[in-house]
């Protein structure tokens, strides 16, 4: 166990608002604020980056605001019901490391179970479709490591969330998932290997993005688009190898790299690029869902940021 592990998490309330701007009372006075529960607002920012996610347009391949993309059982609504449901799970893990205060087999326990109880929620709310799966899993791990440590960078916190992802939950039974029929086929490394890591795709790519493309000048969508396109250069989507092999996923890479090259999607020729990547990508009726998880990660990265 590392002395990072122990040390004292911060105090478990938090002013409304808090990193964006404080609520304040109409009436006339000194101002006011309302504290809430340190883990309804991690909850609140994980689901808000979700949504944030869907919202995003256009994105190559994915549901979004113009359509469902490559996906003919999700809409824009689902994705939005999808993440809501997901509010009291995610809420359960930030207690959870509140509770435990420490990486250790029973935070890991107890985010394996939580995460299972909202999975079934979720497909109890789509009908059996998985918007989020491998969100659980990614903004799971996120939350419970900022609930330990509310005063970290992305950097360390996405570590933390690497090492609790390092621990085998004992109760957990591998799933004969798309993601695990693409590992043993290709040999690709998928979302578990990805939080193992401490997430290199958001970290060393989607993070620094989002914020090259703001000190740029880029509206905040472009921002977030551009931070997406870093991700899925940089990663082995499992979710498109599934549908479209190495070669779909080579499609991906090379079309992200080249609209980031002809200046992101703050230029005329970096939008003309991401358009040809979506009839691309929606040709090959491939869906890059890996790189829509790590986003909603990274942004959850970022609103945390100055808890």
């Known amino acids: 166990m590392k002395a990072l592990d122990l040390q004292p998490h911060q105090p478990n309330t938090i002013p409304v608002g808090a990193g964006l701007s404080?609520?304040?009372t109409a009436a006339i006075g000194p101002a006011k604020t309302t504290a809430i529960p340190l883990v309804d607002h991690l909850a609140d920012l994980a689901v808000e980056s979700l949504i944030d996610e869907a919202e995003l347009s256009p994105k190559p391949g994915l549901v979004d605001r113009r359509s469902s993309g490559a996906h003919s059982d999700m809409t824009l609504a689902l994705m939005h019901a999808s993440?809501?449901?997901l509010w009291p799970c995610l809420r359960?893990?930030?207690?959870a490391a509140e509770q435990h205060g420490q990486i250790g087999v029973p935070l890991r326990t107890a985010l394996g179970r939580i995460g299972r109880d909202g999975e079934a929620v979720m497909l109890a709310t789509?009908?059996?479709?998985?918007?989020?799966?491998?969100?659980?899993?990614?903004?799971?791990?996120?939350?419970?490591?900022?609930?330990?440590d509310t005063r970290a960078d992305a950097?360390?916190?996405?570590?933390?969330?690497?090492?609790?992802?390092?621990?085998?939950?004992?109760?957990?039974?591998?799933?004969?998932?798309?993601?695990?029929?693409v590992r043993r086929r290709y040999g690709a490394s998928g979302a578990?290997?990805?939080?193992?890591?401490?997430?290199?795709?958001?970290?060393?790519h989607g993070l620094p993005q989002l914020r090259r493309s703001r000190a740029a000048g880029a509206s905040e969508n472009h921002a977030r688009l551009d931070a997406l396109l870093a991700i899925m250069a940089a990663l082995s989507d499992t979710c498109v190898l599934w549908r479209a092999g190495p070669q779909g996923l080579q499609a991906l890479q090379q079309g992200a790299r080249a609209v980031l090259a002809a200046g992101g999607c703050a230029s005329l020729d970096g939008r003309r690029q991401l358009r040809l990547l979506d009839t691309q990508l929606l040709h090959m009726n491939a869906s890059p869902g890996g790189a829509a998880d790590l986003l909603a990660a990274c942004l959850f990265l970022d609103k945390t940021g100055s808890l």
């Open 126 to 148: 789509t009908g059996g479709v998985n918007t989020h799966r491998g969100a659980i899993w990614a903004l799971g791990l996120l939350v419970a490591a900022r609930a330990l």
């Open 22 to 24: 404080w609520r304040r």
């Open 192 to 204: 578990r290997e990805q939080a193992q890591q401490g997430f290199p795709a958001v970290i060393e």
């Open 155 to 181: 950097a360390t916190v996405a570590a933390r969330a690497g090492r609790i992802a390092l621990i085998d939950d004992p109760a957990a039974i591998a799933p004969d998932s798309h993601g695990n029929q």
């Open 83 to 85: 993440a809501l449901s």
């Open 92 to 95: 359960q893990m930030a207690e």
